[in-house]
């Protein structure tokens, strides 16, 4: 058993991968009551998060990303454009900041998946388990 410490870390930047890659595991067949539930208490739990995410993150580009004279943000070549070189310094470094927390904190119930649950998950590929990797826990120890 892994305690709290070696567990991965749930970044607010990859929420949204976690949430497909679960969401595939879930519509896998699985029998287990209790694995099912945990899936989609955890996702359920994930989304509130994630549209938190969403919204500090929607704050931080109506703070700093220049706006056109609708109030649009400006964008041009698939970035967003700024009104000075701090206003883009501030915007990057605040950005990171709040996509590198880590949400574990905020959320109160999260099913860690063992390897010996998955394991004989009919149709289960190796590209969904990566999507949602921080939720897995090795109890099986595989080499």
Do not use: P, W
């Not at 058993?1 to 067949?29: V, Y």
């Not at 998955?118 to 388990?129: E, H, R, Y």
């Amino acid at each position: 058993n892994q305690n709290i410490a070696t567990l991965h870390k749930i970044l607010n930047i990859n929420l949204k991968r976690i949430i497909i890659g679960l969401s595939e595991i879930g519509g896998l067949d699985i029998d287990d009551f209790n694995f099912n539930f945990g899936i989609t208490r955890t996702i359920a739990n994930l989304n509130l998060v994630d549209k938190a995410y969403s919204k500090q993150l929607s704050l931080l580009q109506k703070k700093y990303v220049k706006k056109d004279e609708s109030g649009n943000l400006c964008v041009e070549n698939n970035r967003f454009l700024f009104n000075s070189e701090t206003d883009k310094q501030k915007y990057f470094a605040e950005n990171e900041k709040l996509n590198e927390t880590a949400a574990d904190e905020e959320i109160t119930k999260i099913y860690r998946i063992k390897t010996s649950q998955l394991q004989n998950v009919k149709g289960l590929k190796a590209s969904t388990m990566a999507k949602c990797y921080e939720l897995i826990i090795d109890d099986i120890g595989i080499q």
